[in-house]
DNA sequence: GTAGTTTTTTAGAATAATTCTAATTCCAAT
DNA sequence: ATTGGAATTAGAATTATTCTAAAAAACTAC
């Protein structure tokens, strides 16, 4: 864990919205005037290969990143571009409803919902 | 319905591996061979906007195509790096196992597996 | 503490998928 | 045939991200 490392982690943690990295730069900023965007990318990759971030990805959008690590989901609301997270209902393991081909391994599972609040 | 996007859509149905915007501009070429790689992305564009294609995300990959309108997700396997359908068990409503906020719309649902086949 | 080694940060260049631009081609309807 | 509008094309532009090389920082053993 460096300085840049623990800012970075910090900013994400203390705004759950799902920023970009050029959002999560402009935030680290102020805190670090002299980081570089170059750093922030480094950060994050290392934050995220150690798993205690994750990457979202929605189509080919920049990328986002959350420090929830329980398995959740994302919803994209497109009025607003806020991202939420979405969590499963409890006791609930989606790969039960999904028709796997024989011997599937998940590694990793991915959830994104768009549309918009009512 | 053009002559190049009628080969673009023949080519995602003749072989629905969700190849690439690359992979469908040479195959495309062995019909039309001055098509250009514009021409895909414009004819794709319009495939997706017309909801006759679905435009699969996975990472930041480049972007590939499907021609199953039908809900379904897709499992990436990282050791062979092949994209394939997943189907939901019959009368399986994603939905129903989601905390989703209050007054939810649901436009579009897309759920992504990585792993591999033991 | 200091010399030596490794890791991280930094600025800027490079990369690559995709989109844009402007010119040309195609086609349908007059 | 001519015109008007849309589609195609080649190539330039864009943009998120990655790479490169150099400087700074952090560690390690002495």
Partial sequence: MTKQRKVVYDVLRSKRDHPTAQMIFE????????????TIYN??????SHDVVKQVNVDREPSRYCPNLA???????????DVIDINFKPDVNLAEFLDLPEGAVIEDLELNIKGFLK
Same sequence: chains 1, 2.
Avoid: Y
């Fill in 71 to 81: 398995e959740h989901g994302h919803f994209h609301n497109k009025q607003t571009g």
């Fill in 43 to 48: 950060c994050l990759e290392a934050l995220v």
């Fill in 27 to 38: 935030r680290t900023q102020k805190e670090l005037p002299t980081v570089s965007l170059a």
